[in-house]
Protein backbone atom coordinates (compact mmCIF):
# COMPACT_ATOMS: atom_id res chain seq x y z
CA UNK A 1 0.00 0.00 0.00
CA UNK A 2 1.65 3.39 -0.72
CA UNK A 3 2.14 5.96 2.09
CA UNK A 4 2.34 9.91 2.63
CA UNK A 5 5.54 10.09 4.70
CA UNK A 6 7.82 12.83 5.19
CA UNK A 7 11.26 12.96 5.82
CA UNK A 8 12.72 15.69 8.04
CA UNK A 9 16.61 16.46 7.10
CA UNK A 10 16.08 14.87 3.55
CA UNK A 11 19.16 16.25 1.90
CA UNK A 12 21.36 13.39 4.17
CA UNK A 13 23.65 10.95 1.92
CA UNK A 14 21.03 8.41 2.97
CA UNK A 15 18.16 10.06 3.58
CA UNK A 16 17.60 11.36 -0.03
CA UNK A 17 18.30 7.98 -1.57
CA UNK A 18 15.80 6.16 1.14
CA UNK A 19 13.39 9.29 -0.63
CA UNK A 20 14.41 8.14 -4.15
CA UNK A 21 13.54 5.17 -3.72
CA UNK A 22 10.12 5.28 -2.01
CA UNK A 23 9.53 7.43 -4.47
CA UNK A 24 10.08 5.11 -7.60
CA UNK A 25 8.03 2.97 -5.46
CA UNK A 26 5.12 4.87 -5.74
CA UNK A 27 5.05 6.28 -2.17
CA UNK A 28 4.32 10.24 -1.54
CA UNK A 29 7.27 12.10 -0.21
CA UNK A 30 7.73 15.69 0.66
CA UNK A 31 10.81 16.50 2.90
CA UNK A 32 12.54 19.33 4.29
CA UNK A 33 16.37 19.94 5.70
CA UNK A 34 17.91 23.24 6.70
CA UNK A 35 21.24 22.80 4.21
CA UNK A 36 20.86 20.44 0.78
CA UNK A 37 24.69 20.02 -0.52
CA UNK A 38 25.38 18.53 -4.01
CA UNK A 39 24.98 15.63 -4.97
CA UNK A 40 21.56 15.50 -2.72
CA UNK A 41 20.21 18.77 -4.12
CA UNK A 42 20.80 18.01 -7.95
CA UNK A 43 19.59 14.62 -7.25
CA UNK A 44 16.41 15.84 -5.47
CA UNK A 45 15.55 18.03 -7.79
CA UNK A 46 15.35 15.25 -11.05
CA UNK A 47 12.96 13.55 -8.81
CA UNK A 48 10.68 16.60 -7.90
CA UNK A 49 11.30 15.82 -4.58
CA UNK A 50 13.73 18.99 -3.71
CA UNK A 51 12.10 21.85 -0.89
CA UNK A 52 11.18 25.09 -2.86
CA UNK A 53 13.27 26.34 0.14
CA UNK A 54 15.67 25.49 2.79
CA UNK A 55 14.44 25.50 6.31
CA UNK A 56 11.77 23.70 8.88
CA UNK A 57 8.74 23.93 7.89
CA UNK A 58 5.75 22.98 10.07
CA UNK A 59 3.00 23.45 8.08
CA UNK A 60 4.66 20.57 6.05
CA UNK A 61 3.55 18.23 9.16
CA UNK A 62 -0.53 17.34 9.37
CA UNK A 63 -2.95 14.65 10.21
CA UNK A 64 -2.87 13.42 6.32
CA UNK A 65 0.50 12.32 6.54
CA UNK A 66 0.99 8.58 7.36
CA UNK A 67 4.21 8.92 9.10
CA UNK A 68 7.70 10.62 9.52
CA UNK A 69 11.09 9.34 8.83
CA UNK A 70 13.65 11.39 10.93
CA UNK A 71 17.44 12.06 9.70
CA UNK A 72 20.09 11.83 12.38
CA UNK A 73 20.76 15.62 10.88
CA UNK A 74 17.81 17.04 12.59
CA UNK A 75 18.38 18.09 16.27
CA UNK A 76 16.12 17.37 19.29
CA UNK A 77 14.26 20.82 19.39
CA UNK A 78 13.47 20.01 15.29
CA UNK A 79 9.71 21.88 14.70
CA UNK A 80 8.85 19.48 12.24
CA UNK A 81 9.66 16.56 14.71
CA UNK A 82 8.11 18.16 17.94
CA UNK A 83 4.64 19.00 15.81
CA UNK A 84 4.81 15.62 14.11
CA UNK A 85 4.75 14.07 18.10
CA UNK A 86 2.24 16.70 19.02
CA UNK A 87 -0.08 15.20 16.31
CA UNK A 88 0.65 11.73 17.32
CA UNK A 89 2.13 10.80 13.95
CA UNK A 90 4.47 7.58 13.84
CA UNK A 91 7.62 8.89 14.00
CA UNK A 92 10.61 6.69 12.64
CA UNK A 93 14.62 6.80 12.27
CA UNK A 94 15.60 5.49 9.15
CA UNK A 95 17.20 2.42 10.19
CA UNK A 96 14.02 1.64 12.36
CA UNK A 97 11.90 2.63 8.84
CA UNK A 98 14.20 0.30 7.28
CA UNK A 99 13.84 -2.55 9.19
CA UNK A 100 10.00 -2.23 9.00
CA UNK A 101 9.94 -2.47 5.27
CA UNK A 102 12.38 -5.74 5.65
CA UNK A 103 10.34 -7.78 8.06
CA UNK A 104 10.05 -10.54 5.91
CA UNK A 105 13.96 -10.61 3.99
CA UNK A 106 16.32 -12.24 5.19
CA UNK A 107 18.77 -9.74 6.27
CA UNK A 108 22.69 -9.08 6.32
CA UNK A 109 24.27 -5.84 8.38
CA UNK A 110 27.44 -5.44 7.43
CA UNK A 111 29.03 -3.83 10.77
CA UNK A 112 32.32 -2.74 12.31
CA UNK A 113 34.57 0.41 12.73
CA UNK A 114 36.20 -0.03 9.22
CA UNK A 115 35.86 -1.66 5.96
CA UNK A 116 31.67 -1.68 6.50
CA UNK A 117 30.79 0.09 2.93
CA UNK A 118 33.51 -1.73 1.12
CA UNK A 119 32.34 -5.47 2.28
CA UNK A 120 28.83 -4.17 1.59
CA UNK A 121 30.04 -3.09 -1.83
CA UNK A 122 31.60 -6.42 -2.26
CA UNK A 123 28.69 -8.36 -1.01
CA UNK A 124 26.10 -6.72 -3.46
CA UNK A 125 28.84 -7.02 -6.75
CA UNK A 126 28.99 -10.50 -5.69
CA UNK A 127 24.64 -10.83 -5.73
CA UNK A 128 24.78 -9.39 -8.86
CA UNK A 129 26.85 -11.48 -10.85
CA UNK A 130 25.15 -14.33 -9.32
CA UNK A 131 21.87 -12.45 -10.42
CA UNK A 132 20.09 -12.81 -7.77
CA UNK A 133 17.57 -10.50 -6.36
CA UNK A 134 18.25 -8.17 -3.53
CA UNK A 135 17.77 -5.07 -1.73
CA UNK A 136 20.38 -2.86 0.14
CA UNK A 137 21.56 0.09 1.72
CA UNK A 138 24.85 1.68 1.31
CA UNK A 139 26.50 4.49 2.54
CA UNK A 140 28.97 5.32 -0.79
CA UNK A 141 27.48 5.52 -4.74
CA UNK A 142 28.42 2.41 -6.14
CA UNK A 143 29.14 1.53 -10.21
CA UNK A 144 26.33 -0.53 -11.50
CA UNK A 145 23.72 1.16 -9.24
CA UNK A 146 22.05 4.43 -9.81
CA UNK A 147 20.70 4.80 -5.80
CA UNK A 148 22.32 3.59 -2.58
CA UNK A 149 19.13 2.31 -1.21
CA UNK A 150 16.68 -0.23 -2.93
CA UNK A 151 13.60 -1.05 -1.23
CA UNK A 152 11.53 -3.39 -3.03
CA UNK A 153 9.74 -7.54 -3.04
CA UNK A 154 13.31 -8.89 -3.10
CA UNK A 155 14.03 -11.66 -0.92
CA UNK A 156 17.02 -10.72 0.78
CA UNK A 157 18.37 -6.99 1.89
CA UNK A 158 22.23 -5.99 2.36
CA UNK A 159 22.63 -3.91 5.07
CA UNK A 160 25.54 -1.55 6.07
CA UNK A 161 24.93 -1.59 9.76
CA UNK A 162 26.64 1.79 11.30
CA UNK A 163 27.11 2.03 14.99
CA UNK A 164 26.27 5.63 15.25
CA UNK A 165 22.79 6.80 17.01
CA UNK A 166 19.64 6.63 15.00
CA UNK A 167 18.08 9.80 15.63
CA UNK A 168 17.55 12.47 18.10
CA UNK A 169 14.57 10.32 19.55
CA UNK A 170 15.95 7.19 19.39
CA UNK A 171 19.66 7.02 20.92
CA UNK A 172 20.10 3.39 19.95
CA UNK A 173 23.11 2.04 17.70
CA UNK A 174 21.51 1.84 13.78
CA UNK A 175 22.49 -1.45 13.69
CA UNK A 176 20.32 -2.16 16.68
CA UNK A 177 17.26 -2.17 14.76
CA UNK A 178 17.89 -4.25 11.58
CA UNK A 179 17.76 -7.49 13.27
CA UNK A 180 20.42 -9.72 11.08
CA UNK A 181 20.11 -13.04 10.77
CA UNK A 182 23.65 -12.91 9.06
CA UNK A 183 25.92 -10.59 10.79
CA UNK A 184 29.52 -8.53 9.77
CA UNK A 185 31.70 -7.31 12.06
CA UNK A 186 35.29 -6.22 10.62
CA UNK A 187 37.16 -4.97 13.78
CA UNK A 188 36.61 -2.48 16.35
CA UNK A 189 38.51 0.59 16.98
CA UNK A 190 37.15 3.52 19.03
CA UNK A 191 35.14 6.53 17.02
CA UNK A 192 32.23 8.74 17.50
CA UNK A 193 33.82 9.73 20.68
CA UNK A 194 30.81 12.71 20.65
CA UNK A 195 28.22 10.28 21.45
CA UNK A 196 30.55 7.54 22.92
CA UNK A 197 33.13 9.09 24.95
CA UNK A 198 35.06 5.80 26.27
CA UNK A 199 36.09 3.30 24.54
CA UNK A 200 33.46 0.77 26.69
CA UNK A 201 30.82 3.15 25.48
CA UNK A 202 31.88 2.40 22.12
CA UNK A 203 32.08 -1.27 23.06
CA UNK A 204 28.48 -1.54 24.42
CA UNK A 205 27.08 -0.67 20.85
CA UNK A 206 29.01 -4.05 19.53
CA UNK A 207 27.73 -5.56 22.87
CA UNK A 208 23.96 -4.88 22.18
CA UNK A 209 24.53 -6.16 18.50
CA UNK A 210 26.17 -9.38 19.30
CA UNK A 211 23.49 -9.97 22.02
CA UNK A 212 20.59 -9.54 19.95
CA UNK A 213 21.80 -12.57 18.30
CA UNK A 214 20.77 -16.02 18.76
CA UNK A 215 21.46 -19.55 18.37
CA UNK A 216 20.12 -20.13 14.67
CA UNK A 217 21.74 -16.55 13.28
CA UNK A 218 25.17 -16.29 11.96
CA UNK A 219 28.18 -13.78 13.19
CA UNK A 220 30.91 -13.30 10.51
CA UNK A 221 34.20 -11.57 12.40
CA UNK A 222 37.46 -10.83 11.98
CA UNK A 223 39.71 -13.32 13.74
CA UNK A 224 43.00 -11.64 14.19
CA UNK A 225 41.14 -8.31 15.98
CA UNK A 226 41.60 -9.29 19.75
CA UNK A 227 38.91 -7.14 21.32
CA UNK A 228 35.94 -8.31 19.24
CA UNK A 229 36.95 -12.30 19.73
CA UNK A 230 37.09 -11.15 23.48
CA UNK A 231 33.85 -9.59 22.61
CA UNK A 232 32.36 -12.88 20.94
CA UNK A 233 33.47 -14.90 23.39
CA UNK A 234 32.09 -13.11 25.91
CA UNK A 235 28.56 -12.54 24.65
CA UNK A 236 27.98 -14.59 21.69
CA UNK A 237 25.25 -17.46 21.19
CA UNK A 238 25.59 -16.84 17.20
CA UNK A 239 26.91 -19.73 14.69
CA UNK A 240 30.16 -18.55 14.26
CA UNK A 241 32.63 -17.86 11.37
CA UNK A 242 36.02 -16.41 12.07
CA UNK A 243 37.75 -14.70 8.47
CA UNK A 244 41.09 -14.22 8.37
CA UNK A 245 43.66 -12.49 5.27
CA UNK A 246 43.69 -15.20 2.09
CA UNK A 247 47.47 -15.50 1.31
CA UNK A 248 48.67 -13.45 -1.38
CA UNK A 249 51.53 -11.67 -3.65
CA UNK A 250 52.44 -8.63 -5.24
CA UNK A 251 52.91 -9.00 -9.34
CA UNK A 252 53.85 -5.53 -10.28
CA UNK A 253 52.09 -3.43 -8.46
CA UNK A 254 48.76 -6.21 -8.42
CA UNK A 255 47.55 -7.64 -5.56
CA UNK A 256 47.11 -11.97 -6.77
CA UNK A 257 45.49 -13.61 -3.64
CA UNK A 258 45.13 -17.65 -3.54
CA UNK A 259 41.60 -18.55 -2.90
CA UNK A 260 40.71 -19.95 0.82
CA UNK A 261 41.22 -23.82 0.21
CA UNK A 262 42.20 -23.64 -3.56
CA UNK A 263 45.06 -24.16 -5.31
CA UNK A 264 44.81 -21.38 -7.84
CA UNK A 265 45.07 -17.16 -7.83
CA UNK A 266 42.92 -14.54 -8.48
CA UNK A 267 44.59 -11.23 -9.85
CA UNK A 268 43.05 -8.34 -7.90
CA UNK A 269 41.53 -4.67 -8.68
CA UNK A 270 41.64 -3.75 -4.99
CA UNK A 271 44.02 -2.02 -3.55
CA UNK A 272 45.76 -3.26 -0.20
CA UNK A 273 45.77 -6.30 2.27
CA UNK A 274 43.01 -5.00 4.05
CA UNK A 275 40.73 -5.24 1.12
CA UNK A 276 41.78 -8.54 0.79
CA UNK A 277 40.28 -9.25 4.53
CA UNK A 278 37.20 -7.35 3.29
CA UNK A 279 37.00 -9.27 0.37
CA UNK A 280 37.47 -13.14 2.70
CA UNK A 281 34.59 -11.06 5.13
CA UNK A 282 32.38 -10.95 1.62
CA UNK A 283 32.85 -13.93 0.59
CA UNK A 284 31.86 -15.34 3.49
CA UNK A 285 28.64 -13.34 3.69
CA UNK A 286 28.06 -13.98 0.70
CA UNK A 287 27.88 -18.30 1.12
CA UNK A 288 25.34 -17.24 3.95
CA UNK A 289 23.24 -15.84 1.21
CA UNK A 290 23.60 -18.65 -1.26
CA UNK A 291 26.52 -18.05 -3.49
CA UNK A 292 29.53 -20.73 -3.80
CA UNK A 293 32.40 -19.70 -3.06
CA UNK A 294 34.09 -20.25 -6.14
CA UNK A 295 31.70 -18.37 -7.63
CA UNK A 296 32.22 -15.44 -4.73
CA UNK A 297 35.63 -15.38 -5.52
CA UNK A 298 35.55 -14.96 -8.79
CA UNK A 299 33.54 -12.42 -9.15
CA UNK A 300 35.39 -10.36 -6.20
CA UNK A 301 38.39 -10.25 -8.50
CA UNK A 302 36.17 -8.47 -11.27
CA UNK A 303 35.08 -5.42 -8.02
CA UNK A 304 35.25 -2.22 -8.87
CA UNK A 305 35.09 -0.59 -6.17
CA UNK A 306 33.59 2.34 -4.26
CA UNK A 307 33.42 5.71 -4.34
CA UNK A 308 36.25 8.07 -2.31
CA UNK A 309 37.32 3.91 -1.22
CA UNK A 310 40.94 3.93 -2.45
CA UNK A 311 39.41 5.18 -5.15
CA UNK A 312 42.29 5.99 -8.32
CA UNK A 313 41.68 9.42 -9.60
CA UNK A 314 44.15 9.71 -12.06
CA UNK A 315 47.50 7.27 -13.30
CA UNK A 316 49.81 7.72 -15.74
CA UNK A 317 54.05 8.70 -16.04
CA UNK A 318 54.59 6.24 -12.71
CA UNK A 319 52.24 8.37 -10.55
CA UNK A 320 49.06 7.27 -8.52
CA UNK A 321 46.79 9.70 -7.47
CA UNK A 322 44.30 8.07 -5.08
CA UNK A 323 41.43 9.62 -2.94
CA UNK A 324 39.61 7.56 0.18
CA UNK A 325 37.35 8.44 2.78
CA UNK A 326 39.44 7.56 5.68
CA UNK A 327 38.76 9.34 8.44
CA UNK A 328 39.06 7.39 11.72
CA UNK A 329 42.60 6.09 13.03
CA UNK A 330 42.31 2.86 11.87
CA UNK A 331 41.10 4.11 8.48
CA UNK A 332 43.84 6.20 8.07
CA UNK A 333 46.34 3.87 9.02
CA UNK A 334 44.85 1.07 6.88
CA UNK A 335 44.75 2.89 3.93
CA UNK A 336 48.20 5.00 4.23
CA UNK A 337 49.81 1.31 4.80
CA UNK A 338 47.84 0.25 1.76
CA UNK A 339 49.39 2.39 -0.88
CA UNK A 340 52.51 2.06 0.66
CA UNK A 341 52.64 -1.66 0.44
CA UNK A 342 51.45 -1.40 -3.44
CA UNK A 343 53.16 1.43 -4.63
CA UNK A 344 56.01 2.10 -2.51
CA UNK A 345 57.09 4.50 0.76
CA UNK A 346 59.85 6.73 -1.55
CA UNK A 347 57.83 9.72 -3.44
CA UNK A 348 54.64 8.44 -1.28
CA UNK A 349 52.37 11.83 -0.10
CA UNK A 350 49.89 11.31 2.33
CA UNK A 351 47.12 13.97 3.03
CA UNK A 352 44.96 14.03 6.18
CA UNK A 353 41.84 16.05 6.50
CA UNK A 354 40.67 16.31 10.21
CA UNK A 355 37.10 16.67 9.47
CA UNK A 356 35.00 14.91 12.07
CA UNK A 357 33.97 15.63 15.56
CA UNK A 358 36.36 13.33 16.97
CA UNK A 359 39.33 14.19 14.73
CA UNK A 360 39.00 17.93 15.44
CA UNK A 361 39.64 17.18 19.28
CA UNK A 362 42.64 17.52 21.19
CA UNK A 363 41.92 15.15 23.27
CA UNK A 364 41.53 12.18 20.67
CA UNK A 365 43.80 13.53 18.19
CA UNK A 366 46.80 11.16 19.94
CA UNK A 367 44.94 8.11 18.73
CA UNK A 368 46.06 9.38 14.86
CA UNK A 369 49.65 8.34 16.47
CA UNK A 370 51.44 6.17 13.53
CA UNK A 371 48.65 6.60 11.29
CA UNK A 372 50.84 8.37 8.50
CA UNK A 373 54.15 6.74 9.32
CA UNK A 374 54.06 4.72 5.99
CA UNK A 375 54.23 7.62 3.96
CA UNK A 376 57.20 9.12 3.17
CA UNK A 377 56.07 12.40 3.09
CA UNK A 378 52.76 13.39 5.49
CA UNK A 379 50.84 16.16 5.35
CA UNK A 380 47.30 17.12 7.77
CA UNK A 381 45.13 19.54 6.72
CA UNK A 382 42.06 21.14 8.93
CA UNK A 383 39.58 23.97 8.15
CA UNK A 384 39.22 26.71 11.52
CA UNK A 385 35.68 27.44 10.04
CA UNK A 386 34.63 23.22 10.34
CA UNK A 387 36.14 23.44 14.01
CA UNK A 388 34.17 26.15 15.09
CA UNK A 389 30.92 24.76 13.63
CA UNK A 390 31.39 22.06 15.45
CA UNK A 391 31.70 24.26 18.90
CA UNK A 392 35.33 22.76 19.62
CA UNK A 393 37.81 25.26 20.87
CA UNK A 394 40.35 26.37 18.63
CA UNK A 395 43.08 23.97 17.28
CA UNK A 396 46.62 24.86 16.42
CA UNK A 397 48.87 23.16 13.98
CA UNK A 398 51.32 22.34 17.06
CA UNK A 399 48.63 20.84 18.92
CA UNK A 400 48.36 18.19 15.77
CA UNK A 401 52.09 18.00 15.27
CA UNK A 402 52.07 17.39 19.08
CA UNK A 403 49.75 14.88 19.31
CA UNK A 404 50.73 12.66 16.07
CA UNK A 405 54.28 12.82 17.24
CA UNK A 406 56.04 12.82 13.30
CA UNK A 407 58.57 15.67 13.68
CA UNK A 408 58.48 16.15 9.91
CA UNK A 409 54.76 16.53 9.71
CA UNK A 410 53.36 19.60 7.49
CA UNK A 411 50.05 20.66 9.00
CA UNK A 412 47.73 23.53 7.37
CA UNK A 413 44.34 25.59 8.09
CA UNK A 414 44.59 26.71 4.41
CA UNK A 415 43.63 24.75 1.44
CA UNK A 416 45.41 26.96 -0.60
CA UNK A 417 48.50 26.13 0.73
CA UNK A 418 48.02 22.73 1.14
CA UNK A 419 47.83 22.63 -2.67
CA UNK A 420 50.99 24.54 -3.49
CA UNK A 421 52.74 21.86 -1.26
CA UNK A 422 51.23 18.83 -3.24
CA UNK A 423 52.44 20.86 -6.38
CA UNK A 424 55.35 21.78 -4.73
CA UNK A 425 56.07 17.72 -3.88
CA UNK A 426 54.74 16.68 -7.69
CA UNK A 427 57.96 16.33 -9.36
CA UNK A 428 59.47 13.44 -6.55
CA UNK A 429 55.87 11.80 -6.07
CA UNK A 430 55.12 8.40 -7.10
CA UNK A 431 51.65 8.14 -5.23
CA UNK A 432 49.31 10.65 -3.77
CA UNK A 433 46.77 9.46 -0.95
CA UNK A 434 43.88 12.50 -0.21
CA UNK A 435 42.27 11.09 2.89
CA UNK A 436 39.00 12.89 3.90
CA UNK A 437 35.14 12.83 4.38
CA UNK A 438 35.40 16.83 3.90
CA UNK A 439 36.86 18.58 0.68
CA UNK A 440 39.69 19.69 1.81
CA UNK A 441 38.23 23.24 2.20
CA UNK A 442 37.00 22.91 -0.84
CA UNK A 443 40.01 21.58 -3.35
CA UNK A 444 38.69 20.34 -6.28
CA UNK A 445 40.89 16.90 -6.15
CA UNK A 446 40.17 15.42 -9.76
CA UNK A 447 41.17 18.71 -11.38
CA UNK A 448 44.36 18.39 -8.85
CA UNK A 449 45.41 14.83 -9.72
CA UNK A 450 44.94 15.40 -13.72
CA UNK A 451 47.03 18.35 -13.43
CA UNK A 452 49.65 16.23 -11.61
CA UNK A 453 49.45 13.39 -14.13
CA UNK A 454 49.81 15.95 -16.70
CA UNK A 455 52.74 17.75 -15.30
Known amino acids: MHQKLHLIAIGGAVMHNVALSLHRAGHQITGSDDHIAEPSKSRLAAAGLLPGREGWFVEKIHSGLDGIILGMHARDDNPEMLRALELELPVWSFPEFIYRQSTKKLRAAICGSHGK ?8 HILQEARLEFDYLVGAQLAGFDVMVRLSEAPIIVLEGDE ?8 RPKFAHYRPKVALI ?3 AWDHVNVFPTFEQYLDAFRLLI ?7 HLIYQADDIQLVELVREVCQAQLYPYRCPDFRLDQGQLVVRQPGRDHELAMTVIGQHNLLNAAGAAQVAALLGVKEDFAWQALATFPGAARRLEVLARGKGRTVIRDFAHSPSKVQASTDAVAGQFGRAGFVACL ?11 FLPQYRGALDAAETAFVFFDPAAVAAKKLPPLLAEQVKVALQRPDLQVFNDSTALRQAILDAAPALTSLLLMSSGTFGGMAMG ?8 S
Request: aromatic share 6%; no cysteine; proline share 7%.
Open 353 to 363: ELHTFSSLNPA
Open 117 to 124: TTITAMVM
Open 211 to 217: NSLGPDD
Open 186 to 188: SGI
Open 447 to 454: ELANFIIA
Open 164 to 171: YLSSPLDL
